[in-house]
C-alpha cells in the first residue's frame, strides 16, 4: 500500500512546457507599439486641434482656451449655473466668434444662429429665448423666434 513519490504524482500531457524563454519576446514589442500608435495618434489630434482645424464637441479650441481663462465662467459652468454662463459667454462675444468660426460654412444667418446655439444647449444645457427644446435635446426655433431672429440680424447688417 506503500507507494512512492513517483507513482503518486499525475503525468503531465505531451506537449506541456511549464516555461518557455520565447513566449514573453514578443510582449515588449506589442506594448511598444501600441504605445507608440497611441502617441502618435495623441500627438497628431492635438497639432489639429491646436491648428484650429478640429474642435471640442464643436467649440474651436481658440475659444475653448478664451473660456478656460475667465474664473467666472468656469464656475458658472461646474455650478450648472446655465443663466449666468450663457450671460458671461455672451460678455466675452463667445458666441460671436463661434458663429465667426462656422460662417464659410453656413451662410444663412437663422441656420447658423440655430446651429450655434445647439452647440451651446448641448454642452451647457442653455436655451435661448428664440429657441424651444425637444424632448431629444433638440433646438427648435420658435415662429415668434424667428421673426425676432430675423429683426436682430436687420439690425446688425445695414444694407
Known amino acids: 500500500m506503500n507507494r512512492s513519490k513517483s507513482q503518486r504524482l499525475k503525468p503531465r500531457s505531451a506537449g506541456y512546457i511549464p516555461y518557455s524563454r520565447t513566449s514573453n519576446k514578443s510582449l515588449p514589442i506589442v506594448g511598444v507599439s501600441l504605445a507608440l500608435l497611441l502617441g502618435s495618434l495623441a500627438l497628431g489630434w492635438g497639432i489639429l486641434f491646436l491648428g484650429g482645424v478640429v474642435t471640442l464637441g464643436g467649440v474651436p479650441p481658440s475659444i475653448v482656451g478664451k473660456f478656460l481663462q475667465d474664473p467666472a465662467s468656469v464656475v458658472a ?16 462675444g463667445i458666441e460671436e466668434e463661434i458663429k465667426a468660426y462656422y460662417r464659410p460654412q453656413i451662410p444663412d444667418e437663422v441656420q447658423l444662429d440655430q446651429y ?19 424632448p431629444r435635446g433638440n433646438l427648435v426655433l420658435k415662429s415668434s423666434g424667428e421673426r425676432r431672429l430675423r429683426h436682430e440680424l436687420q439690425e446688425k447688417t445695414p444694407f
Open 116 to 134: 450655434i446655439h445647439q452647440i451651446l444647449y448641448d454642452r451647457t444645457g442653455y436655451v435661448g429665448n428664440n429657441y424651444l427644446a425637444t
Open 77 to 92: 459652468f461646474f455650478m450648472g449655473d446655465r443663466v449666468k454662463l450663457h450671460q458671461r459667454l455672451q460678455e466675452m
